[in-house]
């Protein structure tokens, strides 16, 4: 059974950093592709990066280019979502996916969830 949990979330004021991390289980996730996405309140879940587990290669939304940076943990089955310079319009409620199918944006094509980790950015 995997078992996505995140943790790491918080509240920060704008121009600030927090580091998600995302702790993996029940399988091997070599072949997986590790998501982070966010939510906020009245807005749909959207895309913010992924990381290939077993390349590295990672992608990004264009608001989160060049701020926020995903990297995985082999070791420790983790992944982290770095995010710096954050912004008010950054708060939301962030969820790691994993699935084990080729990289996507859309959050239907991510088989498994994490619980979800609030963001709240003050201005």
Known sequence: ???LVESGGGL????GSL?????????????YVMGWFR???RKEREFVAAIKWSSGTTY???????RFTISRDNAK?????QMNSLKPEDTAVYYCAADATT???SSYDYAYWGQGTQVTVSS
């Open 1 to 3: 059974q995997v078992q």
């Open 12 to 15: 920060v004021q704008a121009g």
């Open 19 to 31: 580091r998600l991390s995302c702790a993996a289980s029940g399988r091997t996730f070599s072949g």
């Open 39 to 41: 939510q906020a309140p």
């Open 60 to 66: 990004y939304a264009d608001s989160v280019k060049g």
């Open 77 to 81: 089955n983790t992944v982290y979502l």
């Open 103 to 105: 990289y996507s944006r």
